[in-house]
């Protein structure tokens, strides 16, 4: 079996709203991985939630992507009761340091081979 070649999320028709959560992790935190499986089915469930993207470097540094079609899709998002008992969770338990940065996007285009 073939593993499938990553791509980037395709470009989505601005204005939109995106969000930049860039964070290294604690070395502790069994429990991260199945809350962290749990924030990706909940967020999926957001009306105007578009899509999120990950990457990790090899020093611990993770970066997600997440798009949002409107202010108030993340704001759903945002305030969603089990999405701040995981936000808590992480600032106790799994985070070493994070940065969130949310920004309108104004234009956006792709490529694909």
Do not use: C
């Not at 939109?16 to 992790?25: I, L």
């Not at 924030?39 to 470097?57: D, F, S």
């Not at 090899?58 to 936000?87: K, M, N």
């Amino acid at each position: 079996m073939s593993i499938p070649q990553p791509r980037p999320l395709p470009a989505f028709e601005p204005p939109y709203v995106m969000t930049v959560f860039t964070s290294v992790r604690t070395r502790g935190g069994e429990e991260y991985d199945a809350t962290s499986e749990r924030m990706t089915e909940l967020v999926k469930e957001i009306p105007g939630y578009l899509g999120h993207e990950n990457a990790h470097t090899p020093g611990g540094l993770s970066i997600t992507v997440g798009y949002f079609r409107d202010e108030a899709a993340l704001i759903a998002w945002r305030t969603d009761e089990e999405h701040r008992a995981a936000q808590k969770q992480g600032r106790a338990d799994w985070y070493d340091s994070y940065t969130l940065h949310v920004a309108t996007v104004e234009r956006s285009h792709g490529f694909v081979r």
